[in-house]
């Protein structure tokens, strides 16, 4: 957000950029704050993507300068939180490539093997891509929150991700309301995968489930998407090294549930999917066609 808030900080200034920008570079600044009207992190990609030598104004390029690497920023501003926060330390591993911030290039090439690891215990035959993918950081995050707080995966725990995370299982809607119902009944700290499929795409996501010393349960959201932004994006949207509140569990179900009853989605239904996984549907959504989850508990093995 560090473009935005140099944008609404100079609100004398922000005439003139406005005049040059009609000129010069209007699209993409409308684009900034019409991904950020709708709760979208797109303009992360569309900023990273861009030729900052075809920018001529100086204090324009600053603004895009920021929005390419605020997060990694925002990674080094908070390191002593997050390197307390046992999770986030372990998310904040994956994807970390503030080397190539200023641009669309993100390797970790460990969530290729991992991403292949997961799909051979589901069964899943989804392609494996790199960092902006939110499939392939998902499976990623899932996994090493596993190994690095209890290790392997055990012969129970792989049978019930292939039987859970399967498409042809439960209607999209029984699916939801099992993974609540599950999700809610858990008293440990545990982690889920999950994944929504609509016509022409789809979003995967990672779900962690706290539970401190006084039994206040707390829900967490890992994520990125493709050709959008990055984990580290999220990271800092959500300010997850110092927010420990969480997302409201309820209100996540409540959403799901009407967007997986309603067909023909119009503007409406697009910002609310965008309110919760930070990038704008990329096709017309006739209807949901699956929701999955898995789940595996982080402190013991079954």
Not at 141 to 170: A, H, Q
Request: hydrophobic share 40%; aromatic share 14%; proline share 1%.
């Amino acid at each position: 957000m560090y473009g935005i808030i140099l944008l609404n900080c100079y609100p004398v200034y922000l005439i003139f950029l406005f005049c040059f920008i009609y000129i010069m570079d209007k699209e993409i600044v409308e684009k900034i704050l019409d991904c950020d009207k709708k709760h979208s992190l797109e303009y992360k990609w569309y900023c990273r993507k861009l030729d900052i030598s075809s920018v001529n104004d100086s204090r324009l390029r600053e603004i895009f300068n920021g929005i390419k690497i605020s997060s990694f920023n925002y990674y080094n501003d908070n390191i002593n939180a997050i390197i307390n926060n046992k999770s986030l330390s372990i998310v904040c591993k994956i994807c970390n490539c503030g080397d190539t911030a200023l641009t669309t290039k993100c390797t970790d090439y460990s969530i290729k093997d991992l991403g292949k690891h997961f799909n051979k215990i589901a069964n899943s035959g989804r392609g494996v891509l790199m960092c902006y993918d939110c499939g392939s950081t998902a499976r990623a995050i899932f996994l090493n929150l596993i190994y690095e707080y209890r290790g392997v995966l055990t012969e129970i725990e792989k049978k019930r991700i292939r039987t859970l995370y399967n498409p042809e299982r439960l209607l999209p809607i029984d699916a939801l309301n099992e993974f609540y119902s599950v999700i809610k009944v858990i008293k440990e700290h545990c982690v889920f995968i999950l994944s929504i499929g609509m016509d022409d795409f789809g979003h995967v996501l990672v779900m962690e489930k706290t539970i401190d010393d006084a039994g206040k349960e707390r829900y967490i959201i890992y994520q990125s998407a493709l050709n959008s932004y990055l984990t580290m994006d999220y990271i800092e949207y959500k300010n997850l090294a110092l927010e420990k509140s969480g997302i409201k569990i309820e209100e996540f179900y409540r959403d799901m549930n009407y967007l997986i009853k309603t067909f023909n989605w119009t503007e409406k239904e697009n910002v609310l999917f965008s309110k919760w996984f930070q990038f704008l549907p990329t096709s017309n959504v006739t209807n949901v066609k699956s929701f999955l989850y898995a789940w595996v508990s982080l402190d013991k093995r079954d």
